[in-house]
């Protein structure tokens, strides 16, 4: 069965990219995966003989616990907005490291088909400092990848923009929207960029 992977940083504004994912898996009858990926973050003490704590299974652990609540709210979510519809599975998992590293595994392993995940948001200087998930994705991933805006929720999906460079490998991406199209009665536009 076809997936909808969903990239999720855990924050309040990747909220609308997860419920999003939800209503297209809905519409084109396909399960969910949700996927959020921790960082290594580096914690020394800085008094001596301080403890160590294994910081990397707290932050595991704790994105489990935030992937699970994200699961229950939109199982609710979606039994309150589409009733009459059979909502997809939603599995969740906790990877390690730099998304851009992960996403070619998580993708393979899950089988997907869209990913789907929430625009950019903070500064540009945080951007050129930090880096963008959403660039990291673009470059290393090669689905389709649908990006919900942070402040609009969408509840259908009216309008498909699909940003090409005439690559061979879009082909297989274009008739992949084009069945999606068709199924989400949506219109789906196709743009070139270079």
Partial sequence: MKTVLIL??????????????????????????????????????????????????????????????LAKHLKTFGEKMYPDQKLPSIHCEVGHGELAVNIKNIVDKNRAELIVMGGRTGTQIEHLVFGSDTDAIVSYCNKPILIVDQK???????????????????ISAIKLLLKYRQQCQCELDIVHVK
């Fill in 8 to 69: 999720t940083d855990l924050s309040k504004n990747s909220l609308n990219a997860a419920e999003a994912g939800l209503t297209l898996a809905i519409q084109i009858h396909a399960n969910l995966a949700i996927f959020h990926s921790c960082l290594d973050i580096p914690i020394q003490p800085f008094y001596p003989d301080a403890s160590w704590i294994n910081e990397d299974q707290n932050w595991l652990d704790e994105s489990e616990k935030q992937l699970k609540a």
């Fill in 152 to 170: 609009k929720p969408m509840r259908k999906l009216d309008k498909i923009t699909f940003a090409t460079d005439f690559k061979e490998d879009d």
